[in-house]
Nanobody
Framework: QVHLVESGGGLVQPGGSLRLSCAASGSVFSINAMGWYRQPPGKKRDLVATITNDGSTNYEDSVKGRFTISRDNAKNTVHLQMNKVKVEDTAVYYC????????????WGQGTQVTVSS
């Protein structure tokens, strides 16, 4: 089992920035990637950014060029730098980890709320 704790959310104005962090603990030895999901109000949870153990990144189209994912392998932490945020970025953000069996969708943390509003 993997324990995930997200932090860093809050209220931000459109065009502003926010940095999210997530710490993973527990069965972390088998992780081959980390990622951020988000769930807007009334919508499903979707993957928005991933980073592999060797640093390769991938982004969902709507956040490309605005969000940057990074990680500290030694500390099993992952971050999401959110720049030029938009109202439609409002969501609960969750981190997750991937192993050889896939994303650990039974091990969600509490998430962190990001609200973009003027």
């Amino acid at each position: 089992q993997v324990h995930l704790v997200e932090s860093g959310g809050g209220l931000v104005q459109p065009g502003g920035s926010l940095r999210l962090s997530c710490a993973a603990s527990g069965s972390v030895f088998s992780i081959n990637a980390m990622g951020w999901y988000r769930q807007p109000p009334g919508k499903k949870r979707d993957l928005v950014a991933t980073i592999t153990n060797d640093g390769s990144t991938n982004y969902e189209d709507s956040v490309k060029g605005r969000f940057t994912i990074s990680r500290d392998n030694a500390k099993n932490t992952v971050h999401l730098q959110m720049n030029k945020v938009k109202v439609e970025d409002t969501a609960v953000y969750y981190c997750n980890v991937r192993t050889i069996t896939g994303w650990r969708k039974n091990d969600w943390g509490q998430g962190t709320q990001v609200t973009v509003s003027s």
